[in-house]
């Protein structure tokens, strides 16, 4: 079981040192996809859950780039649907259907912006 992790000369910070417990162990923070990945490379599970469409965008394109090929991966995706919750699962961004997000981050934004601009 892998007990550090030491990173160095990533794009949101130039260094950083974790050690893990046994069991389950959360890092939060403004990672980048470059980030995730190099975690992932380096033997620890990760599990990324978010709405950001660009975030997701990026870690699609650098796992096909030859320095992250060797990193397993999976996408999905949960959608309304007529009887509760639709789950899609597949090894691209594009397997897991379309971004609601996407479209209610922007109406939040436009919203955000009838606020503060009458």
């Given amino acids: 079981m892998r007990t550090r992790l ?6 949101v910070f130039s260094e950083a040192d974790f050690e ?3 069991g389950l162990n959360v890092i ?3 990672n980048g996809a470059g980030t995730i990945l190099q975690s ?5 599970q990760v599990f990324v859950a978010t709405h950001n469409l660009f975030l997701m965008r ?3 394109l650098l796992l096909k780039h030859d320095e992250f090929r060797e990193v397993r991966s999976r996408f999905f995706g949960l959608h309304p ?3 509760g919750v639709a789950f899609q699962q597949g090894n691209s961004i594009d397997d897991v259907g379309t971004f609601d997000a996407l ?3 922007l109406n939040q934004s436009d919203r955000c912006m009838d606020v503060v601009i009458p």
């Fill in 20 to 22: 893990f417990a046994s």
């Fill in 58 to 60: 990026e870690l699609d």
């Fill in 28 to 30: 939060v923070g403004e």
């Fill in 103 to 105: 479209q209610e981050e």
């Fill in 6 to 11: 030491a990173l160095k000369n990533l794009t």
């Fill in 40 to 44: 992932g490379m380096s033997g620890i």
């Fill in 81 to 83: 649907s007529g009887d």
